[in-house]
Structure formats: structure tokens, C-alpha cells
């Protein structure tokens, strides 16, 4: 593609967020220079027969897999020595191999150092979170997508996988820890210095109920902001002079590296939903 940029914007805070209109495997290598970004967090087309505007999210399987892999390569050449690459892939009921067989193409280039569960939906029995809690009955949150199926439980969870290099790449667990909802265990736990606790692997995150899909929601697939804006707080914000997304779509992790300041790079084949991208990014501004 020639020319510049689709877009130069900058965050509330002054940080850039570049966009290529682009193929992405070739923009890494083009846009990027070998080992500059530190985290790499994004979502592919997941090959499901999703209807983008035209990529065709339906290939023959081992051409897919085959072009996740030269997708791991060209992370490969972008990524910094200690950076994360966050891989958000999820499978379907009848095809629930399909994120592992993902993460495989990765496994010679990169050591898997984090399997965390995006739970989209969850119900909980009142009956087991104790008194506690507080819960006048059975709680069910979330986005559902009813099934109809005599096999299948609706599914109602993505993986993030956090690749690294070695596997030894510290994490800032507790940016994106949570407050102990028994306070004497502050007290109990020697390795409890605040009132915060690991979160654990499991990320409860639903979607925001929407009114209009086409309006409010103008693109097929995306993530909530807040997905990759815990990546980047996992990875530790003061560690991230670049984070990239090769798949950026309209933008939530354009608008998570702008609403933490960190600089950013995304890529996506279509002006439709880098137009959406910019405009989210834009009324950042204008946030509280
Ligand atoms: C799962 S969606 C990403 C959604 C994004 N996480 C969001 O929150 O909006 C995958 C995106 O990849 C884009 N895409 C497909 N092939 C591409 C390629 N070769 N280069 C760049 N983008 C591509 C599609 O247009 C689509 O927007």
C-alpha cells in the first residue's frame, strides 16, 4: 500500500497511535523495526466464517494454521527480547481444538508462558459464594448466545494466550489484581504487602449490552477494551515503549494503549473499521 499512514492520532495523555491500512504480516516487517515492540496483543480472524467486509474467514484448515505461523514469525521479528505476545483466539463447541491448534504453530518460536480464560458469561449458584457475597439469588452475567443443540454447552469463553521467549518474563500480577474480599487474609498472607490479591487465570469480562449492533457495535468480532488493556497492565505499563496490533479491527486495543499512554501501532485491511478505530481513539479526548 502506498503512502503514509491511514491515520496519526494521539491519545489523551500525548501518546501516538499510528494506523496502517494493510496487509499486517507485511506491515510488521515494513512499519516495524526488529525487536521494537514489547507487547504484541491482538485477535486474527479465527476462521470461523465470520462476515468481515472481505477477508474471507473461511479457508481450508492447515492454510489457516499455516498463515498463523508466518503471522508467529513476523511477531517473532517485531517483538522485543522480554516482550509479551497476547493471542486472543476462541474455539466453538463443535470446534474446540481450534485456539490450541493456534497456539501449537507457535510452540518452536516461542515458550507459552500464560494461559488466561476470557469468561464472556457465568452463573453463579447463590448457594455457594456463601453469605458474603451478598446475593439475593442465583447471579447470570454476561453476554448469552442461546444454542440449539442436544450436544453442545453454549460457549461462553475465549483463551489469551501470553507468549514470550523464554517464559521468564516478569508480570506485574498485581496491576491487575483484585481487593481480598476477606480482609483478615491481608494479615494472614505474609506475601499479601496490600489489600490486593493475584486475580488468578480467569478474566470475567462481558461484553457492554448494546442497543444497536450496526451503530453501536460496526464490526463482527470484537474484544472489549478492557481485555487488552489488562494484557498491558499484566505485562507492566512502565515496560512498554510500543504495543502493536496486527489485527486491530475498530480499535480496542488502540484505545487501551491510548488511554495508558503507551505508544501504538495497529493494522487492519479495512478503512470501515480503522474509520471507527480513529473515531474511538478521538473521543478519548473528550473522556472524564
Ligand atoms: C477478530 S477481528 C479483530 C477485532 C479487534 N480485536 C477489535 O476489537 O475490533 C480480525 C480483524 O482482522 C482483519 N484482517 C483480516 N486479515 C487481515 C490482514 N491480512 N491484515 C490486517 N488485518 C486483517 C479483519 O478485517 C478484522 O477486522
Known sequence: MPGG??????????????LWQEDSLAGL??????GSADVVVTSPPYNRRVPYRSYRDDRPRQEYLRWMERLGRSVDRALSERGSFFLNVGGSPSDPWLPWDV???????????????????IAIDRALVGETAGLARDLVVGHY??????????????YVFQFTRSGEVPIDRLAVGIAYSDKSNVKRWRTASADRRCRGN???LPY????????DRPHPAPFPPELPERC???HGISRVRLAVDPFVGIGASAMAAARLGVPFIGFDLESEYLDETRRRVEALRTED
Open 208 to 215: 457492554t449490552t448494546i442497543r444497536r449492533r450496526s451503530a
Open 5 to 18: 499512514p491511514f491515520a496519526s492520532l494521539t491519545g489523551p495523555s500525548g501518546s501516538p497511535v499510528t
Open 232 to 234: 498491558l497492565r499484566l
Open 29 to 34: 516487517g515494513r512499519r516495524l523495526s526488529k
Open 103 to 121: 497456539a501449537g504453530r507457535m510452540r518452536d518460536r516461542f515458550v507459552l508462558q500464560n494461559v488466561l480464560l476470557w469468561v464472556k458469561s
Open 202 to 204: 480467569v478474566w470475567f
Open 145 to 158: 448466545k442461546p444454542l440449539k443443540s442436544n450436544r453442545y454447552l453454549h460457549g461462553a469463553h475465549e
